[in-house]
């Protein structure tokens, strides 16, 4: 009797993990930037809002060309507002997708949204709530490679970015229902306070994106140290 040929001997190896610090510095970089694009805005908010207080208290105090300002700067700062937040999500997207590539390496039966879903999953309404969540646990939960590994943080990033979706909804509302000088300088206010908890949130995705980047580098140092167990056994 001839002995097994060595592929059926031996499972197949699984694939390298692929390097993440990169596409992690892209996401990192691009919330540094939308934050601080939000605190510019915020200013430009609270400007705006007491501009339209003069006009509600004294019409003839503010001129013409100060209104026509005005409302320019605010309209661009919404702009370059958007254009901040869709980088940003584009770079966070690029990092998901790579640390979900190396999770599905390190746990191939341990997710529970299929791929689509890290895309659609946050753009479709009310399941926008829970499966970008759940995904990115199960990468954690992948990546950590410990059993019930702690989630606190995800958990605050989640809840502060829920919240402030919210928040920004009802500021979209207010800015598309306002008719008053009132109703506008009110919504420019309610819009600081969104600004407020988009920073928190992304001063939270900074620490999540770290968090999982740090354990999947960590295997791949360890794959290339050839230390047992480097690796899932298939």
């Known amino acids: 009797m001839y002995p097994p040929p060595p592929s059926a001997a031996y499972p197949p190896s ?19 930037c939308d934050s601080l694009v939000g605190v510019a805005a915020a200013v430009i908010d609270f400007w705006y809002a007491a501009l339209v207080d003069r006009m509600i208290a004294d019409p003839d105090s503010v001129t ?28 966070f997207l690029v990092w998901l997708f790579r640390v979900r590539e190396n999770a599905e390496i390190l746990a191939p039966d341990g997710h529970r949204r299929a791929k689509p879903w890290l895309i659609f999953g946050w753009i479709v309404p009310i399941i926008a709530y829970w499966f970008p969540k759940q995904i990115v646990d199960d990468i954690w939960d992948a990546s950590a490679r ?60 900074i620490f999540v994106v770290r ?24």
């Open 211 to 234: 968090r999982i980047t740090d354990v999947q580098e960590e295997h791949r140092s360890a794959a290339f140290r050839g230390v047992p167990g480097a690796y899932p056994a298939y």
């Open 64 to 91: 013409e060309a100060e209104i026509n300002t005005g409302d320019l700067v605010y309209q661009v700062s919404g702009i370059v507002e958007l254009l901040a937040y869709v980088v940003t999500a584009v770079a």
């Open 14 to 32: 699984p694939p390298p993990l692929r390097p993440v610090r990169g596409v992690a510095m892209f996401a990192v970089v691009a919330l540094v």
């Open 146 to 205: 410990t059993p019930s590994p702690p989630k606190g943080l995800f958990h605050a990033w989640w809840a502060v970015w829920v919240v402030e979706n919210l928040m920004a909804t009802v500021v979209s509302r207010l800015l598309f229902d306002a008719e008053e000088l009132d109703q506008i300088a009110a919504a420019a206010r309610f819009d600081v306070v969104s600004i407020g908890l988009m920073l928190v949130a992304a001063v939270l995705a």
